[in-house]
Each structure stands twice: as C-alpha cells, then as structure tokens.
C-alpha cells in the first residue's frame, strides 16, 4: 500500500511513471554490538521498507519529498553546500551528498519522493534503509551504478558524519539480505553466507516497546564502542598483532584486569561471549532446534542488560513477560540498544494468546502500548519495476 501511494503521487506531480526502490529495515537474531569490534552477526532484511521513487531531472538539483514522519519537501544542490536541517533525513541526504561531492561523483538531477513503513527509532533500522536505498537511487539516476559494497561504506560514512560510530551490519543486511534467511556476515573479512530462519511450528514475532531511542545522539552507544577500544590497547601493549576484540579471548581479559577499568572488562567480556552465541545460534538453526535458539536469545537478552547495559526496564519487562508465557521459546532486545523491539519466537499453535498475554500485561506493568509486528524476510535493497 505505502508504495502505490508514493507512486500514484509521484506520477501526479512529475507526470511520468518513476523507477521504483525498496530499501527494508532489518532484524538481528543474535550479534549485538559485535560488528564494530570485528565479530559475528545474524541479521535480516525485513518487509517493513522504505520506498524511493525517482526519475532522472534535467534541473541539476535533487528534489526530494517526503511523507516518512510528516510532508517536507527539500531541494539539494549537486554541489553539496547546505546548511544543517531541521530534520534528521534531510542531514542523513546532506551527509551522502557531501560524501559523493568529496569522492567526485558525477550527480546527476533527480526527482524523488518517498515514504515507508518502518517504524522509526524501533531498532529496525529504518536509518541504513534511508542512507542506503537513497545512495542506490541518486547513483541509478546518475548513471554511475555503484557495488553494494561501496554504498554500504558510503552509508556508514553517513552515520559517522551525523555521530553514530556504528558498525556495518545494517547497511549490509539491508543490501545483501535474502527472503526467509538470515544473513550470517563476518565484520572481520565481510565475507557472508545465507541460512534460512524457518523453523517449522514456531514464529517469529516483533514487539515493539514503543520506547523511542535516537543512537546518534545517545552517547551511550560511542561509549561502548571506547569501552572496547580500551580494552584493545591494553591487551595489544603484550600483544603487538591484536587488531579488535575479536583476537582477544577471555584468558587476554584476565591478564589485564588488575589494570583494566572494571566497566570495559565487562564489556569487552560480553563481546567474547555474544560471538559464541551467535556461533551456537547457527547451530541451534541448521539443528531445527527451537528450544536452543529461544534460550540463546534469552542469555543474549540479558547480557546485554546486565554486562553491555543497553536494555531498558521496558525491554527486561518484554522478555520477563516472555519467559513466563507457555509458548514464548525466547525472547531479545534487538539493535542498538535504549528502546525499540524484541524479538520472539513462538510457538505457532500459541501465538495468538501469547501475542494477546504480552501486550497485556505489558501495560499493565508499564503503563505503555506495545505493538506488535508480523514478521517476513524479505531481499535486500531492490528494484521493484
Ligand atoms: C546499530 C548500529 C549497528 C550495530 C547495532 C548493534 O544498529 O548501526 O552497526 O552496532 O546497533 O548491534
């Protein structure tokens, strides 16, 4: 629905019939904060989307119209030089286009409106989905195609500029996913491969906390990422070849805890500990083992509670609830932390009551309406025409 409204309306104002892009948020099944310290990761790219529509224009600027939160409308020039704006897309596409000016990319005119269900600020990534669907289609447009790869670290670029030090697992899930697998991706060498999430008689279900974060003005999220770094240049005074975390092990933590802040052994102890479980969540996937995979995402819950510190009361209360429910295997805070989904797997033949059980005794006990939200894989970044 999203996109046909987008297209009738572009086809009102520009009299033409625009190229179509779906750019999907994403999931993560377990591999939290480990992409920025060289580890392992367990996403997918969802049918939640944000939809571009776009065609080539001859005015040498970009003209953009949106419909995401509220109606805007912004005008780029190719040659960058813009001023701050007011809202946070219009600084995502100011951050991309000054990255393309610095790389001398050729820009070209373009015509675009778009819009998109994927909640915003839920741990879907409705961001990377922006930065990357948008890199996509002004590069399409341009006549200058660009790999996936380079969009993804144009996209990071982007997130670093507006102050977000994270990783590259979202803008690779979001270009590289594939319906109904997740995508196992090594942050280390970015090599990558597919394992399909189905398992037969359970679901997998979103809930959102409806506690809204925003990562890049959170400090909380660059304070892990120095957390782990700390870590690194102690181990690496002893050991000249160690890069990130993931060539620490927990026998390097112990060495270094009489010198260590006792905050960033956690910390950095919690990494070790999740690259395990998304190795163990492979596992238990290929196994078809439901009760495994629903108890690792319930440890993975809650070490990033209690050692990462990334939860919230709401999302413990999300899992809590879970854990009480006959039918609920297990259940995670996903994304970067401070608010956003969980997400469950359930048993299919319990998941209306279960659904129902969750949301309701989520507010009774915090007073906040949860959503909930079916889940479907769908491809990365894609043409839809
Ligand atoms: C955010 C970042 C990612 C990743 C996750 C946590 O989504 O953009 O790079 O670090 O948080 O796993």
């Not at 377990?30 to 001859?58: C, M």
């Not at 399409?140 to 030090?165: D, P, V, Y």
């Not at 196994?287 to 995402?297: F, H, K, T």
Request: with cysteine; glycine share 8%; hydrophobic share 35%.
């Amino acid at each position: 629905m999203v996109q046909k409204e987008i297209v009738s309306y572009f086809t009102e104002q520009y009299n033409t019939q625009p190229l179509v892009i779906k750019a999907p948020g994403r999931i993560n099944l377990i591999g939290e904060h480990t992409d920025y310290n060289e580890g392992l990761v367990l996403p997918a790219s969802i049918e939640k989307a944000i939809y571009f529509a776009v065609s080539p224009n001859e005015s040498g600027e970009i003209k953009i119209e949106t419909f995401l939160t509220q109606p805007e409308k912004i005008t780029f020039q190719l040659n960058g030089k813009h001023n701050k704006y007011a809202r946070f897309w219009g600084n995502y596409f100011k951050a991309i286009i000054d990255i393309l000016v610095e790389e001398k990319y050729p820009l070209k005119g373009m015509n675009c409106v778009f819009g998109g269900d994927i909640p915003i600020g839920s741990g879907l990534s409705s961001s990377a989905a922006l930065c990357c669907g948008f890199i996509y289609a002004i590069t399409k447009i341009s006549g200058k195609a660009l790999t996936r790869e380079h969009i993804a670290l144009i996209a990071q670029k982007a997130e670093h500029k507006i102050g977000l030090n994270c990783g590259l697992m979202d803008q690779y899930a979001v270009l590289f996913g594939k319906k109904e697998n997740a995508f196992f991706l090594d942050c280390k060498d970015l090599s990558h491969s597919y394992i399909p999430i189905n398992l037969k008689g359970y679901s997998w279900v979103l809930i959102n906390s409806n506690i809204k974060h925003n990562l890049a003005v959170d400090s909380e999220y660059n304070k892990r990422r120095t957390s782990c770094e700390n870590i690194v240049e102690l181990v690496q005074q002893n050991k000249k070849n160690v890069k990130s975390l993931r060539d620490v092990g927990l026998d390097d933590l112990q060495l270094i805890s009489t010198k260590a802040d006792k905050t960033d052994i956690k910390r950095a102890r919690y990494i070790i500990e999740e690259n395990s479980r998304v190795r163990q969540m492979m596992q238990a996937l290929t196994a078809g083992n439901a009760q495994n995979v629903g108890e690792i995402l319930r440890q993975g819950h809650w070490a990033m509670s209690s050692q990462y510190e990334i939860t919230t009361p709401e999302l413990d209360t999300l899992v809590k609830i879970g854990e009480e429910l006959d039918g609920v295997m297990g259940s995670r805070m996903m994304g970067g932390g401070f608010g956003g989904c969980t997400i469950n797997l359930v048993e299919t033949s319990k998941l209306n009551t279960c659904i129902t059980s969750l949301l309701e005794k989520y507010k009774e006990r915090t007073g906040i309406d949860a959503e909930y939200y079916h889940l479907a894989i769908d491809d990365g970044v894609k043409e839809m025409n």
